[in-house]
């Protein structure tokens, strides 16, 4: 189960000379199981703010999060993070990276390493299981780092823009992987992206956030069939309206 | 296998010579110019004088021990027993002071002050109180190495955890890695580890050159420091400069000897680092 529901959330950056920005101004929001939402608006819209709060890493001033009826107050296995910067650890091997999470609950490393090798195998590095971080190229580290999220089991995988920092043709490769796995592992996904395309061509529903103060401007239902073509007439429709939204936003 | 040790050799063939060089050069000036054994002795006289101390033997007369054992051998135990005891403190001492001072900042403002003023003082000033507190025994000396070293293991330390990249930590913390224990655990000391082997390492050096002063003063009747003062007062310079030598080739060996260690062992993950 992954159910996420948002509660009035208000969250207020102060600056030391007294001005403060209002990140989130009473954001409310339901997100159901095994659901693929994105999070797209313009920069300082708060969305990775909403996906730090939901993670536990930052706290809202006003509002809660609950992730299946519980209130959520700090960091906790059952949310898987990635980063956008590369996270992982680099004085661990890819597989000691892996086995992290788990050790940390307390799974012995032999029952941990078994598990690992299967998430390994999810995102197809097998043969870098020993490899040290800076052997790896910028997609492999992410695929890792999913990999790593996904070894504790976390019913919601949190996502803050992973593929930002990749070149165009790794980014498709690894957008298309991602599915792959949401599908297998039954998993719920929030997505913070700030590319139009890869919103339409993940999500279930893609959340328009607008800037100063960060509020929700739209939820979109997107029901393109899957597999999605990225060229296809409907995608392209899609793409125009949030595009449109999007430069209104920032004219605004 | 001579072959191949030849190859070595000839691939540091313009190191070899700058060393022969060196030591030609130093022969013909002693001989030829300077041509008085008290100001400077020779290549040959001083590797004549370590010929002949290499075979002299003394009492070891450590913990109740009573062995026979070669003069240079016995001076080495002792210097390396003065330098350890120092540098285990400052190793015990320094990497828990500088890990707290990282980690916890209002604790960083308290002993930061502290310590900026105790720090430039000269180790070798402390050696009035080092005799007071501590009195004529392998301690004192082992004190102001510690003094000496405890620094830079600190700063080191400091450092390393000060700039733990906040992205490892909240990682770490969304894997479930939540109390203070278990990040400086499992995140902060692994990255902070190539800084605190660099201070380690900046510290027995600086350990290494107060071993002389610290031995200087009549801790004990054996120690390399010790025995270049007794030498002089014997006018025996070429003995001086052995000792002097020894020292010179034994901290070489010994930061040689961690750095091969640490970057071989600890810290492979780091090959693709540019330092």
């Known amino acids: ?252 | 296998m001579v072959k191949k040790d030849f190859q070595i050799l000839s691939g540091k063939s313009i190191e070899l010579i700058s060393i022969c060089s060196a030591i030609i050069l130093w022969q013909l000036v002693a001989v030829y110019i300077v041509q008085n054994k008290f100001y400077l002795p020779s290549f040959t006289d001083v590797t004549f004088a370590f010929v002949g101390i290499i075979s002299k033997d003394t009492k070891l007369g450590l913990f109740g021990l009573d062995y026979q054992l070669p003069v240079l051998l016995v001076d080495l135990i002792y210097s390396l027993m003065h330098f350890w005891i120092g540098l285990i403190f400052a190793l015990v001492i320094g990497i828990p002071v500088g890990m707290i001072m990282g980690w916890f900042r209002t604790i960083n403002r308290v002993v930061d002050p502290l310590i900026e003023i105790i720090r430039p003082i000269p180790p070798l000033a402390w050696i009035p109180f080092a005799i007071v507190w501590i009195g004529l025994n392998p301690i004192a000396a082992g004190f102001l190495i510690f003094i000496g070293a405890v620094f830079p293991i600190i700063i080191n330390t400091f450092t390393g955890f000060k700039s733990v990249s906040r992205v490892y930590v909240e990682a770490a913390k969304v894997l479930g890695c939540n109390t203070d224990r278990e990040l400086i655990r499992y995140v902060a000391l692994p990255y902070a580890l190539p800084s605190i082997t660099a201070g380690i390492r900046i510290a027995m050096g600086v350990g290494w050159m107060c071993l002389v002063a610290a031995e200087m003063f009549g801790v004990s009747r054996n120690g390399l420091g010790y025995k270049i003062w007794h030498h002089y007062y014997l006018h025996n310079m070429d003995l001086v400069l052995v000792y002097m030598l020894l020292l010179g080739f034994l901290g070489l060996f010994i930061d040689r000897a961690l750095r091969y260690y640490i970057d071989g062992k600890l810290l492979k993950w780091r090959k693709g680092v540019v330092i």
């Open chain 1, 1 to 252: 189960m992954g159910k996420v529901k948002v509660v009035n959330v208000s969250r207020k950056f102060t600056k030391d000379n007294d001005t403060s920005t209002l990140a989130l101004d009473n954001v409310s929001m339901e997100v159901g199981d095994e659901d693929f939402v994105c999070f797209i608006g313009p920069s300082g819209c708060g969305k990775t703010t909403l996906l730090r709060i939901i993670s536990g890493l930052d706290k809202p001033d006003e509002g809660e999060v609950y992730l299946d009826g519980k209130k959520i107050e700090s960091p906790g296995p059952d949310r898987g993070m990635v980063f956008q910067e590369y996270s992982l650890f680099p004085w661990k091997s890819v597989i000691d990276n892996i086995i992290f999470g788990p050790q940390m609950q307390g799974i012995k490393k032999k029952d941990a390493l078994k598990d690992a090798e299967k998430y390994l195998k999810l995102v197809g590095l097998q043969q870098f299981r020993d490899s040290y971080p800076y052997e790896l190229s910028g997609g492999m580290k992410q695929r890792v780092a999913i990999a790593r999220a996904l070894a504790n089991e976390p019913s919601v995988l949190l996502m803050d823009e992973p593929f930002g920092a990749l070149d165009a043709q790794t980014r498709n490769i690894l957008q298309q992987e991602l599915l792959e796995i949401w599908q297998k592992k039954n998993i719920t996904i929030l997505f913070v992206t700030h590319s139009v395309d890869e919103a339409v061509f993940l999500a279930d529903k893609i959340v328009l956030m607008s800037a100063r103060p960060g509020i929700i401007k739209e939820i979109i239902h997107v029901d393109l069939p899957r597999p999605r073509d990225r060229t296809s007439l409907e995608a392209n429709v899609l793409r125009e309206r949030i595009l449109k939204s999007l430069l209104k936003e920032q004219t605004r």
